[in-house]
């Protein structure tokens, strides 16, 4: 065992413990457990819990990317300030200045990248632990965990679609599984060098404001873009089937896991955040409109009140005396059945 397998056995032990874990379970559904279903869904697994354990991370990557293509505008005129000074003084300050942004805006190269670095042992341990299944079969490399000579035997023989799960395209020779082990792995090149490459494209052009898609480093992320998927594909060809079902599984989740936090979280000034207020505008006026018709049209019918009779005094059923215009006096009223009744405070004539 070389000084690499040496850095890597604890890793590689943990990425063997996982897989037998898996396929045992696969095995305990009724699935063959010398298939090859059984052992790339167990590859399967594998990155279903790694990327588990890396969500937080890669929420911090996400919130790095952003940061750092937001402050792109800022970088650019730090770059312009010190244009042309090289003294030691002057790449000092600049270098002083560029961490005191970083710090403002809580971000740094370092940590758009950590996903990847933390990915890369795991992937490494994979590529070992396929590599080596024939010699743990034969007895010629010692077990890895779990992974004894008898799984190790059973996992060589499993393919997929044909081709064993340690099949390399360059290593596939002339014998009768051949063709099947260069078709299956240009198929899972093109689907692992397109998600990545769908992968980056979604992040860098539906995630951030036109502003930070100009200037020097906007230019390298979009290098970076064309240049990722290409290095892929030509080192592809040296990486067992088993460890191409890896990559591209794991670009399929992040994928979804940024179409997730893109939707729900996007930066602002974005193409993705512009298209998330127009769903909730749409989504506010639909409910509206349900919430208008759903609710039933109150008629309130006016209906005429009655004046309330007023009490009236006894009095008032009296006639009222007249007035004469001439002497303007009180002129008694006549009562048709009697004689008048003279008006109280009226001055009377004597009796004679």
Avoid at 324 to 351: E, L, M
């Amino acid at each position: 065992m070389d000084w690499f397998d040496g850095l890597l056995k604890p890793i590689m032990v943990v990425v063997a413990w996982i897989m037998v874990q898996f396929h045992s379970l696969f095995e305990a559904v009724g699935l063959d457990p010398a298939g090859g279903a059984a052992w790339s869904l167990s590859i399967v697994g594998l990155v279903i819990v790694i990327r588990i354990l890396l969500i937080p991370l890669f929420f911090r990557q996400i919130k790095a990317s952003r940061g750092m293509q937001l402050l792109a505008p800022e970088m650019q005129a730090i770059q312009k300030k010190y244009k042309g000074k090289t003294d030691p003084a002057s790449r000092e300050a600049m270098s002083r200045e560029t961490m005191a942004l970083y710090r403002e805006h809580g971000t740094n190269p370092f940590a758009s990248c950590l996903p990847i670095l933390l990915q890369s042992p795991i992937f490494f341990a994979l590529f070992r632990v396929l590599i080596e299944l024939p010699n743990i079969a034969s007895g010629k490399y010692p077990p890895i965990g779990p992974m004894s000579p008898e799984l190790a035997a059973q996992a060589e023989a499993a393919t997929i679609f044909g081709a064993p799960l340690s099949g390399t395209f360059m290593q596939a020779g002339s014998g009768p599984d051949a063709m099947a082990i260069r078709i299956v792995t240009v198929v899972l090149i093109i689907a692992m060098s397109a998600t990545t490459f769908l992968t980056q494209r979604q992040l860098t052009m539906k995630n951030m404001p036109p502003a930070a898609l100009q200037g020097p480093m906007a230019q390298q992320q979009k290098v970076l873009l064309y240049v990722l998927p290409l290095i892929f594909a030509f080192s592809g060809v040296n990486f067992p089937i088993g460890v191409l079902i890896y990559w591209t599984t794991t670009n399929l989740w992040s994928m979804g896991q940024q179409f997730y936090t893109i939707r729900r979280m996007p930066a602002p000034g974005s193409q993705a955040e512009i298209a998330m207020k127009e769903r909730k505008a749409r989504k506010s006026k639909s409910h509206g409109t349900i919430e208008e018709a759903a609710a039933p049209a109150v008629i309130i019918e006016e209906k005429p009140r009655g004046q309330r009779e007023q009490p009236k005094r006894k009095d008032r059923n009296k006639p009222r005396p007249v007035v004469d215009d001439v002497k303007d006096k009180p002129v008694p009223p006549k009562d048709s059945d009697g004689p008048s009744t003279p008006t109280p405070g009226a001055p009377t004539k004597p009796k004679k």
